[in-house]
């Protein structure tokens, strides 16, 4: 029986494993710069926002807080062994990034609008089978993918049409971005306030 005692407190004794230490949820962050980002555009697509400069701060934003901090979400979502939250939040990080790059290349590039059509229409591909897979999340995580999927086909066939001025499927592909943005900012709200108060002060719907 001694054995027994003294066996168990030299395990109690052992250094902790400092790999066994917990990760604040890195969802909140890339949910809210994924949502600011994309409100801030879709505001500028649906034409509410028509200063010649409006894409300034848009692209501000997709470098930095749309793009490097959702991407370094993911990659937390990655150490905590989240598949799903790693992929979404790496990829539209990813998406913000290459945006940015994008914009700047389009003042010294000729006729674009097809490429950019499909440009687009793959991240809709991409955001379908994510909705899928988001099935298995809150309802606030699925609305915001699905949202995005119909925001992504419709910015896509508009610039298919054109581009410039903005085409009628632009605009409603702004104000779709728009709810998509918002549904995101809940999201993010959502998590990071129950986390604080430790309860489900605004619900998400069932997993």
Known sequence: MADDTSGSVREEAR???PQARAYA???PVGLAGFALTTLLLSIVNTGLLKETGAIVPVLALAAFYGGLAQFVAGLFEFRRGNTFGATAF????????????LVQ????????HVALGLYLLGWGIFTAYMAVAALRTSLAVLGVFVLLTI?????AVGEFQGGVPPQLATKIGGWFGIA?????WYA????????????????????
Request: net charge neutral; hydrophobic share 50%.
């Open 15 to 17: 250094p902790a494993d």
């Open 25 to 27: 949820d890195p969802a």
């Open 90 to 101: 790496m990829s539209y990080g990813a998406f913000w990034l290459t945006y940015w790059w």
């Open 105 to 112: 290349q389009l003042t010294s590039a000729g006729d674009v």
């Open 151 to 155: 925001t992504f086909v419709l910015l």
């Open 180 to 184: 998509t943005g918002l549904v995101a």
């Open 188 to 207: 993010s709200a959502a998590a990071v306030i129950n986390a604080t108060h430790r309860r489900p002060l605004l619900p998400t719907g069932p997993r």
